[in-house]
């Protein structure tokens, strides 16, 4: 969609027209062929598909056995005010509260871990901010663990409320939410821990298997892709759909397919492929067309693993989903509440597999992706270092 206010770029290059054919009847349209382009280089090197394009072509993508200290490294390069030191302090004690929560009990651990998550969603949303610096009187986490149940039969039984804005106070997950592009809605109530658990890549496999939930995510293989002769640049993708159902590919082209920022184009074989919109690149610095242009129009529809050899990246075919920090932290939000209110549940709740994988597996993820939010650029796991 055409942004006449971006002062970037106005200029777009309308698709050609689909080349139909007749079946009974009936014009059929035919998926395009990919537009020709190549990988765009700057200074001799490819630039891959990022979130952070500009700050990854200054300094590539950061490796690090600790996020937490990479963030503050990061911190100490900026101007030194009060709001800055704050998010160091923040920083400082989610990561004090990670390294902690290794040597506490099971039944302690989640309420642990979730106060690392919470003080690190607030180095996050203080950065973004650049705003005075709040006492922090009205901050709240922004749910509530209310509906307190004292047997446990189901993972759907478990669930938490989302309050409606309140003028008077900062509420971390809504402002997590709207922080990262998305909508956090007048508030809901009774909304199921599965809910969140469904939005979370590197688990999404063995959740859909054991839930029965239709599937939201595929891995994609994205590039940026331009063509020098008429100084134009797009995203294109592919997904490789030879290991799922043929349901599960048909719900991924009619998403694309009714997609306004995407549009699909011919794949090899077994292959879903997809282009977003061209835009002019001419004379303008190229990171900023990267960035705006290009990759804020589909980051929501965009989630990420991060692996040592960098983010591993999916693609969304649901319009109804949260941010994957938010769903993150809602999550261990939950869970910090039933061992903090109920903990008498928590042996039954870790009989729950997918449950005992999200506690090993994703509070680093959670870590390492919204480090990545604070320094901007990709920050992802040290290849060489073991958790």
Same mark, same amino acid.
């Given at each position: 969609?055409?942004? !006449? ?11 050609? +027209? ?12 035919? /998926? ?30 950061? =490796? ?18 009060? #709001? @800055? ?51 922090? #009187? ?11 149940? !004292? ?7 478990? &669930? ?22 998305? =909508? ?9 821990? &599965? ?6 890549? $590197? ?8 839930? $029965? ?10 590039? %940026? ?16 759909? +030879? ?6 590919? #048909?719900?991924?082209?009619? %998403? ?19 282009? &977003? ?5 001419? @004379? ?19 989630? +990420?693993? *991060?692996? @040592? *050899? ?5 693609? =969304?075919?649901?319009?109804?989903? !949260?941010?994957?920090?938010?769903? @993150?932290?809602?999550?261990?939000? &939950?869970?910090?509440? /039933? ?11 870790? $009989? ?8 090993? !597996? ?11 939010? /604070? ?13």
């Amino acid at each position: 969609m055409a942004n !006449t206010n971006c002062r970037y770029c106005v200029d777009r290059q309308p698709r050609p +027209s689909s080349v139909g054919r007749r079946q009974g009847g009936v014009t059929v349209p035919e /998926i395009p062929d990919a537009s020709r382009g190549l990988v765009p280089h700057v200074n001799g090197r490819a630039v891959p598909f990022t979130f952070w394009p500009e700050e990854y072509l200054k300094r590539r993508p950061f =490796s690090a056995s600790n996020p937490w200290q990479c963030m503050i490294a990061s911190l100490l390069a900026e101007e030194q005010t009060k #709001a @800055n030191l704050r998010c160091r302090c923040h920083i400082e004690q989610s990561r004090d509260f990670w390294v902690a929560s290794h040597n506490a009990s099971v039944g302690t651990r989640p309420l642990m871990l979730y106060y690392s998550y919470v003080n690190l969603a607030k180095a996050f949303l203080l950065h973004r901010s650049r705003e005075a610096v709040p006492s922090g #009187a009205e901050d709240h986490h922004g749910l509530y663990y209310v509906n307190r149940i !004292t047997s446990y039969s189901s993972l759907d039984e478990i &669930t938490f409320d989302i309050p409606p804005p309140n003028a008077g106070r900062c509420l971390f997950y809504r402002e997590l939410v709207e922080r990262c592009g998305f =909508s956090a809605g007048p508030g809901r109530q009774g909304v199921p821990i &599965t809910e969140m658990l469904h939005q979370i890549p $590197g688990l999404h496999d063995a959740f859909i298997a054991r839930t $029965g939930y239709d599937r939201a995510f595929f891995p994609v293989e994205l590039q %940026f892709r331009t063509d020098p002769t008429n100084e134009r640049t797009w995203v294109w993708g592919r997904v490789d759909v +030879s290991m799922y159902y043929s349901a599960e590919e #048909a719900a991924l082209r009619s %998403f694309i397919a009714a997609c306004p920022e995407l549009h699909l184009v011919r794949g090899a074989g077994e292959e879903v492929c997809f282009e &977003t919109e061209q835009v002019a690149s001419r @004379n303008v610095p190229f990171r900023l067309v990267l960035r705006r242009d290009l990759v804020d129009p589909i980051r929501k529809y965009l989630w +990420s693993v *991060q692996t @040592n *050899q960098g983010f591993r990246y999916f693609i =969304s075919i649901r319009d109804d989903l !949260t941010a994957q920090v938010a769903s @993150n932290y809602a999550v261990m939000y &939950t869970l910090g509440m /039933i061992v903090r209110y109920t903990p008498d549940m928590l042996d039954e709740l870790l $009989g729950e597999w997918i449950i005992h994988e999200y506690l090993e !597996t994703q509070p680093l993820q959670y870590a390492y992706l919204l480090g990545s939010g /604070i320094v901007r650029n990709e920050l992802v796991p040290n290849p060489l270092a073991t958790h």
